[in-house]
């Protein structure tokens, strides 16, 4: 049975219920518009043991910047329900925007360095609007592990850095990039590309392949790396916001020759602004 509930106050008391009879409580924080990707993280939590997994279905208004697309933002509470009933998802906690930004609310939870390339340079503000959503939601919570997808890599950074500097009784989980057969990554915002330009995004995980052959073949020169990627989504995107290869720790640049990093990319195809990535070395995972 997967209950619905708007207000905090129930997943709050879901949660204590279940810590209190020595359960262990997964969170799932989403935007709805559930797909493959996000399923992976409430299986994953069942899998790794959790005996209560709530799943958050919420638009964060404050993630999105000014001119980006809240208003089309997928909502599918319905389907969403019926996919977390199939999962077994026990709980679904999807708020009303007031329920979670009252009138009068006026706090910024905000992580520093980790925030600022990348996604950051691109849309400013918009990791604060995360932080502050999923504080929010790891408070009603309490302890638990929390499950995120790699494919929003620096967003998985910048939440464990938060947990940990806020001592948060959070275990941030970091999963694999679920991607459809031909290589895609998985998105909300998929539903959004026609068939053309569906094909044209294919140009993302193709490039992100080659750099994946070519790390197998010993290439380690990081230019000829993102070079790669670049030869594959400049003809196939409407404007690339960056090709970069980082640290997986801290996302500063990787150097000139990389024994590990994190190949992470954003393009726009149409109006629709994708964002992929790969690590490389030897601790990456996929
Ligand atoms: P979103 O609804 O886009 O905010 O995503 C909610 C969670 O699902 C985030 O932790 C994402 O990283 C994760 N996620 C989204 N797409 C994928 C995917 N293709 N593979 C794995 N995790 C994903």
Redo the contacts with the bound molecule.
Sequence with gaps: MTELCHEGAALREACERVRREGGRVAL??????L????L??ARAAREQGADFIALSVFVNPLQFGEGEDLGRYPRTLESDLEACRELGVDLVFAPAREAMYPDGFQTEVRVTGLTQPLEGEHRPGHFDGVTTVVAKLFAKTGRCHA??????FQ??RVVERMARDLELPVEVVG?????EADGL????RNRHLSESERERALGISRGLRRVHDAWASGARDAAQLTALVRREVEPTSDKIDYVALRSPETLEPAGDTIDAGVLLIAAHVGQTRLIDNLWLGVDARP
Aim: aromatic residues 10%.
């Design positions: 799932v924080p989403t935007m709805g518009a797909h493959a990707g996000h992976s993280l499950y995120f997808g790699r494919k929003d967003q998985w999963m694999p990039i679920v991607r990554a998985l998105s909300s």
